[in-house]
């Protein structure tokens, strides 16, 4: 969850004298307090810069417990949106991210009113806040949000939605499987955005039945040798 740096290395060495560092690295478990207090004693022990933590809930309980004092790159983004502390700094691949970037291209190509078609699960409700706030901090419209559903009534209704126009673009907080099982209720005409959870790989039939929709693509590996 972290990796203490000995008080004698000053930046510039940091990230000049590579693996030349001394490094001291503390093993901790899941519970952010542990890694608050594991934090903690690094910097009494003279630590000058700390890379980490890892998790989620760890970075937003560093973020709050005014202990930050020394450089510290945390490798992930806090839950909230509160100011960091001066010394503190995040770097984090988020699908948050994603979901805001998306609502840009979709501004960007002039649509103004969206379907938000989102799952049950935490990570399907942080990309639906995602692409909502940025959306409407745009000036744009959510004109409808739905919940996922295999129900055919209920995708009847909303195939019947999408032809009344009241939406002109689909935003879907949702991943492959889900996308593949909602595509073909959503016409062919109507815009549809989604993340890279939607990506299947190589896999010609999933592509085909996804065919049509706008996604990002964030390189989870990236392997040195690969064209």
Avoid: C
């Avoid at 001066?86 to 948050?96: D, P």
Wanted: a negative charge.
């Amino acid at each position: 969850a972290g990796v203490f740096v000995h008080p004698a290395v000053t930046l510039e060495q940091v990230f000049l004298a590579g693996n030349g560092l001394p490094l001291v690295v503390h093993a901790t478990g899941e519970d952010p307090f542990d890694i608050v207090q594991a934090y903690e004693r690094a910097v009494q022990a003279g630590a000058r810069l700390v890379i980490g933590p890892l998790t989620r809930s760890a970075v937003t309980a560093l973020a709050g417990s005014n202990l930050v004092s020394v450089p510290t790159l945390a490798l992930n983004a806090p839950e909230t949106d509160a100011p960091l502390p001066q010394s503190l700094y995040v770097f984090g691949l988020q699908v948050e991210n994603e979901a805001k970037q998306l609502a840009q291209l979709a501004a960007e190509q002039g649509r103004r009113r969206a379907l938000v078609i989102s799952g049950e699960s935490a990570l399907s409700r942080r990309l639906s806040q995602g692409f909502t706030e940025e959306w409407q901090r745009r000036g744009n419209q959510i004109a409808e949000e739905s919940a996922f559903t295999t129900d055919p009534g209920e995708l009847g209704k909303l195939r019947d939605t999408l032809a009344l126009g009241a939406a002109d673009m689909v935003f879907l907080a949702l991943d492959a499987k889900q996308a593949k099982l909602i595509r073909s209720y959503l016409g062919l005409s109507m815009p549809i955005y989604a993340t890279s959870l939607v990506h299947t790989g190589h896999d010609p039939l999933a592509r085909l039945e996804l065919n049509g929709v706008y996604f990002t693509d964030m390189p989870w590996r990236l392997a040195t040798e690969h064209p």
